[in-house]
């Protein structure tokens, strides 16, 4: 892995396949808009039904010719389609499911990765497909420093910190930064004292194909330039200056299930060069919409 490029992680594969496919066109067309050195290193979520997805529900149906596009597609542009199977709840019944099994032997060949949180889905897939790179979700929210350390050193790819370690001096003490993945723009609140709870009704709802049984949140529903002002959110200048510079080469940007305007303008906000902003965005909405 290049250690010079910083990596991109942008949400939902399925849903915002077109806005990404035209990001990704305009990066490779016209270079000169974009900051240097930088890669969609993956594109994360799920095909919609999928029961082992955690963090957003994501309900649906795809077909089996849908699935094998959109997995073309991006393997041919050589980014890879990341999983999001982090449903805490899995019991072993649940690992047989067809539907996520026909995913994961649509993207068994080597190019693909999978983000996980449950010790026996993990086991399972480690068994059953070992062409995928495994991730450590950052649903595991994983909060103290030796527990952190120790995730670091197993058998993952990349490690997805909790954003509480945004913006702290403790974070600029880890080794291992080439595994550590940064979440640079999380909605939540900072140090959200229900996120687990949240994650857990997220899993139910997936497993039982149902509405949100959850009380609303204020959060989710603010845009991308309010979230500006959480103390975990990485401003573009930093990121490029003291995270890069510190080894931080792996950044997720936030915002699975929201709507394209919210997911455009973090796009828009850490890929292109500030005096290119409005072309850019103006050009992708006139052909998105």
Not at 251 to 258: A, E, P, V
């Amino acid at each position: 892995m290049n250690t010079n490029i910083v990596n991109f992680y942008l949400p939902d594969f399925y849903k915002n396949f077109r806005l990404i496919t035209m990001l990704d066109d305009m990066m490779k067309q016209n270079p000169e808009l974009f900051f240097d050195n930088i890669r969609i290193g993956a594109v994360y979520g799920c095909f919609p039904g999928s029961i082992w997805n955690g963090g957003r529900v994501i309900l649906g149906s795809c077909t089996k010719q849908d699935i094998q596009y959109a997995l073309s597609e991006y393997n041919g542009r050589n980014i890879a389609v990341r999983y999001t199977f982090t449903n805490p709840l899995l019991e072993k019944r649940h690992l047989f499911d067809s539907f996520c099994n026909l995913c994961m032997e649509a993207g068994s060949n080597g190019k693909n990765e999978v983000l996980v949180n449950s010790t026996l889905l993990e086991e399972f897939i480690r068994g059953l497909y070992p062409e995928y790179s495994i991730l450590s979700s950052t649903t595991k929210c994983i909060r103290d420093t030796a527990s952190l350390e120790a995730e670091l050193e197993k058998d993952y790819k990349l490690v997805v910190l909790d954003s509480a370690y945004n913006n702290t001096e403790e974070l600029f003490q880890f080794p291992r930064r080439e595994k550590i993945e940064l979440i640079a723009n999380h909605y939540c609140m900072d140090n959200c004292p229900k996120r687990l709870s949240h994650y857990e009704a997220a899993g139910r709802c997936q497993l039982e194909f149902s509405e949100m049984d959850f009380p609303s949140c204020s959060n989710i529903n603010r845009d991308f330039f309010e979230i500006m002002n959480n103390r975990s959110f990485i401003p573009v200048e930093a990121l490029y200056g003291t995270y890069r510079s510190a080894g931080f080469v792996h950044f997720k940007l936030d915002g699975r299930g929201f709507h394209k305007y919210k997911v455009l303008e973090s796009f828009i906000y850490y890929l292109v060069q500030p005096e290119y902003r409005d072309k850019v965005r103006l050009c992708i909405l006139k052909n998105l919409y």
